[in-house]
């Protein structure tokens, strides 16, 4: 019975290790600036714009 018991608690401790170097990760990830699309494009201006209708260019649009 105490063997069952320690395998539910390393289990737990497995569990709690894993979900904290998952968060670790995803604030160093969280705390890299992001990188725009077009480095060139002046502040606050939306690089991803597309000039016309997409009619016709495959865009996937209907």
């Given at each position: 019975?105490?063997?069952?018991?320690?395998?539910?608690?390393?289990?737990?401790?497995?569990?709690?290790?894993?979900?904290?170097?998952?968060?670790?990760?995803?604030?160093?990830?969280?705390?890299?600036?992001?990188?725009?699309?077009?480095?060139?494009?002046?502040?606050?201006?939306?690089?991803?714009?597309?000039m016309?209708?997409?009619?016709?260019?495959?865009?996937?649009?209907?």
């Amino acid at each position: 019975m105490k063997l069952i018991m320690w395998f539910i608690l390393l289990f737990i401790l497995a569990v709690l290790l894993i979900a904290f170097l998952i968060d670790k990760r995803n604030k160093k990830i969280k705390n890299n600036p992001h990188i725009p699309t077009n480095p060139n494009a002046k502040p606050g201006e939306d690089s991803n714009y597309v000039m016309g209708d997409n009619k016709g260019s495959g865009g996937g649009h209907f």
